[in-house]
């Protein structure tokens, strides 16, 4: 097949653009930056296009001849972004990969948006059924661009939404390469109890998810949560990791609001810098913020199975980091 990928040089598209390149499938790319793993797509023979999904020509000359779009490009969080960018690209954007879809003919659609359109999560686990709070602007847009599918698929265009829980893996250039770091040191400073849950997928789980959404046959007009078998306990999570590194962890707790205040104060002193703060309530309420949910919908309908669990992905992740000198 002629394939689409959408924030196809990203952590998670070039997951995805890799597999699809190795089983064969001509693939297209469309993203607004190189990304870490851009040579290696384009030697493998990948044709990337950079530029944004907000860019409705692009669009649609890229869409051109495919017969499955991947759409997981997203405007993700950026603390001092106008709230238009969001807009532009996660709600516009997806408005305008479906119109290019439809005009050529694509026979599905695999829409990727996020579990945080639930929000802190109260009573988990979680289904799709659950309420929607988003917590942030991000999540808020992602939601409003899974609220574009139904007047596309009224038009007769197949899509799928899925809604990873937190990804992680090789090439995670952010939240899980802080979180190494932070455990490599052997003291890892635990804002609250430690006791929140979290729900993490293994990038290659998330992977066969998109694969196993872009069957035409399956999970047309449906939404589902993906992540891996279980969730743990942020104790449970550092610990974990500190396993993987082979090293002995001590966690110490620390009051979490003090560090709220502080990311509060520096969210205010950098605002009119116009570039992110070091530190912001978003981040800091990662401590404090509960993830827990039930892939029994996509396991039922999709026949999607994570195949890699908890300690096998930390210990693929951590091989990576350290194998690119990063811990």
Request: net charge positive.
């Amino acid at each position: 097949m002629k394939i689409l990928v959408t924030g196809g040089t990203g952590f998670t598209g070039s997951h995805l653009t890799r597999r699809l390149l190795e089983k064969g499938h001509q693939v297209v790319v469309l993203d607004n930056q190189r990304g870490i793993f851009y040579d290696e797509l384009q030697k493998m023979g990948a044709e990337i296009f950079l530029g944004s999904v907000a860019d409705r020509d692009l669009v649609m000359k890229v869409t051109k001849g495919c017969q499955v779009v991947h759409h997981v490009a997203a405007m993700f969080r950026k603390v001092n972004l106008p709230k238009k960018v969001y807009w532009d690209v996660n709600v516009e954007g997806t408005r305008y990969v479906f119109d290019a879809a439809l005009k050529h003919g694509v026979e599905k659609v695999v829409n990727c948006s996020t579990c945080g359109v639930h929000g802190d999560v109260k009573n988990g686990p979680a289904t799709e059924n659950s309420p929607i709070t988003p917590a942030d602007y991000y999540q808020y847009s992602k939601y409003e661009g899974e609220k574009v599918v139904p007047e596309y698929l009224d038009k007769g265009l197949k899509i799928v939404t899925l809604r990873p829980t937190a990804i992680y893996g090789p090439g995670d250039p952010e939240r899980f390469l802080m979180l190494y770091r932070m455990v490599s040191r052997g003291t890892f400073y635990m804002f609250g109890n430690g006791n929140s849950n979290y729900h993490p997928v293994y990038v290659e789980n998330l992977v066969d998810a998109f694969e196993l959404a872009a069957d035409s046959d399956k999970g047309n007009g449906e939404v589902y949560l993906i992540a891996d078998e279980h969730f743990c306990t942020l104790n449970q999570l550092v610990t974990s990791i500190a396993e993987a590194l082979g090293i002995s962890l001590k966690i110490r707790h620390i009051p979490f609001w003090p560090l709220w205040t502080v990311a509060f104060g520096c969210e205010l002193l950098y605002k009119p810098l116009s570039i992110d703060p070091p530190l912001f309530r978003r981040r800091v309420d990662w401590f404090r913020q509960n993830r827990a949910f039930s892939i029994e919908k996509a396991r039922r309908e999709l026949a999607y199975q994570p195949k890699v669990g908890l300690r096998e992905g930390l210990a693929r992740t951590g091989e990576w980091y350290k194998l690119q000198k990063l811990i």
